[in-house]
């Protein structure tokens, strides 16, 4: 017994094909107008009220145009503080840095580098927050495992006492910066990757430099001992005038 069967291609009047691209193009419709709508809420979101000056729209939306959740909204407010604040800024890579190291790391920043905090860093939400920034640069630094560096206000003003979680006495980013810089080459799975210090980029090689240069003290006590050298120098010479001057006189009356 031989089973046969057929096949009909039934043929489509060119009208199908147009009914088709009209329930297309609601959709492209729907889609491009909900894109121009994001752009427009990005592009009328208020600057005044944030802690860094942007000359772009801040970014509150991922790649996806999903907008930030609560924990990277908390985020993002937190490193933005963090670098509205802190008078410099380094960037750490870790690897694999086992917990105990990681507590006892943040102990000796806090206690030997003047109150100095670490933050782990989500790479994408801080690229975000220096997005159009002076700071923007930065976000080559974020990559990979990466923690961040930093002084609160109080421990960077004279406020910080130090009793017995920090350092006491007068900020200086240079030796804080210094020590950082000690601890992380102590420890084998720590690497500087670079910092903001006064507003300025530096790489690990620009760090080290920093730190050897003297500060604004110092060289205003090496100035003042020059102008004063040669002022010494004469007082010294007008006083021993009038010693001379009595015994050239007394070898006279001598005479």
Not at 107 to 113: A, N
Not at 139 to 148: D, E, K, Y
Not at 200 to 214: C, D, G, H, I, R
């Given at each position: ?168 006495g007068k900020f200086d980013p240079k030796i804080s ?79």
């Amino acid at each position: 017994m031989v089973l046969s069967c057929s096949i009909r291609f039934a043929s489509r009047s060119p009208a199908f094909g147009f009914e088709i691209l009209r329930g297309i193009q609601p959709r492209l419709y729907s889609s491009s107008s909900t894109a121009s709508e994001s752009n427009t809420k990005l592009s009328n979101v208020d600057l005044s009220n944030r802690l860094l000056a942007r000359n772009t729209p801040i970014k509150t939306h991922s790649s996806f145009r999903i907008p930030f959740n609560k924990r990277k909204s908390f985020l993002f407010d937190k490193y933005e503080r963090i670098l509205a604040e802190t008078p410099a800024i380094l960037v750490v890579q870790h690897i694999c840095l086992p917990s105990d190291q990681w507590t006892t790391f943040r102990r000796q920043l806090k206690i030997e580098c003047h109150g100095a905090q670490a933050i782990v860093i989500s790479s994408g939400i801080a690229s975000a927050v220096v997005r159009g920034t002076k700071y923007e640069n930065m976000a080559n630094l974020f990559s990979g495992t990466v923690f961040g560096i930093y002084w609160d206000s109080i421990a960077a003003s004279e406020q910080h006492s130090g009793s017995s979680e920090g350092a006491a006495g007068k900020f200086d980013p240079k030796i804080s910066i210094k020590k950082i810089l000690d601890l992380v080459k102590a420890n084998p799975r720590l690497l500087i990757l670079g910092g903001c210090v006064e507003n300025s980029l530096l790489t690990p090689e620009m760090l080290v430099e920093y730190t050897n240069t003297p500060n604004i003290d110092q060289l205003q006590a090496e100035v003042v001992g020059l102008l004063q050298q040669p002022v010494s120098s004469l007082v010294r010479s007008l006083e021993n005038i009038p010693s001379r001057l009595v015994d050239v006189l007394e070898q006279k009356s001598a005479q």
